[in-house]
């Protein structure tokens, strides 16, 4: 048999790309982002912004808040750890340092690199590297369904829901609803199951799931965070503009939660950088003047980040005195 030319072969046909929507959700996102606050920064009084003299001092109370908020989270993970099995903790102050420079990897572009950082850093001390992963998975979950879930119910109870139009009414409590379906553990140890495997491209054996006590446990941890995050926020807010009364607290409280998971569930924004933003400048808008809505916005990104530096920069400390000269807790 002869050998036929090349040329007289059929060219295999070239591969179609793929759709990549993590590729293209970034740039839609910060396009759209950049014309809602190119409006936005149109219909502004710029001369009200001269009249903000800070509250220092309130300031101060919303970073010791701050403090607890991120102490408090460190022991919800360190509890869910326990909860799945993990054995006794025997240096606390080390892996609260821990959870606090994970904390930060938040800034680093990429999904879940805080939760990398946990795992990477918390299994030099000892700890599972699986229960390390499934318990950071469980709580960023939990976190995230716990805050939609209290923020819209705080947001159904308050009296500006009627200038919402009836069918996104609705749609909030539908939502809402689902939300807390998902906090049951059949129903939510199945998503679980799923979205672990997608990412880690392992199953998730039974004594890795949580039950009826891990998610009793989790809810009422983190609504409590929730809580005092919220007051954090209200403090900085009444800081700048001194005429917020307390009365918007439930309110702030509840669009802290709502911008918090949105922040979270957009993991192509660093830090959910301009995702947390534009969520709580629309919503703060409802109950203070939108320049002020913005300014406090901005304030709280940058007073959120230099928090996050504090929490880390004292828990270092404790770490170093509670272990003196271990190198290994850096």
Known sequence: M????????????????KWNLNRYAAPVFYLLLAIFLGIFLLKIDY?????????WGLIAAATAVGLICRLWLS???????????????TNVPALIHIYAKSWLGRYIPGPATWVMCKVYFASQQGISKRKLAVASFLEAGLQVLVMLLTGLLLLLTDPRIDMVPPFFRALLMAAAAGCLLALWPRLFNMVARFAYRRMRK????????????????GLWMFVLFIGLAG???????KAIWHELPASQLTFII?????????????????GGIGVREAVLVALLSLAMPPEIALLV?????????LTDLLFAGLSKVVAMRYVPGDSRQS
Do not use: C, H, Y
């Open 47 to 55: 001369g009200k912004l001269r009249e903000v003299r800070p509250s």
């Open 231 to 237: 007051v954090s926020v209200f403090l900085v807010s």
């Open 75 to 89: 022991l919800i993970w360190l509890k869910m750890l326990r909860m799945l099995g993990a054995p006794r903790f």
């Open 202 to 217: 392992e199953e998730l054996t039974p004594d890795n799931l949580p039950t009826w006590g891990t998610i009793g446990q």
């Open 254 to 270: 509840a669009a802290n939660a709502l911008a918090s998971s949105a922040s979270m569930l957009a993991v192509f924004a660093p």
């Open 2 to 17: 002869t050998d036929m030319p090349d040329s007289d072969f059929p060219s295999p046909a070239p591969a179609r790309p």
């Open 297 to 305: 916005t901005i304030a709280l990104r940058v007073w959120s980040v």
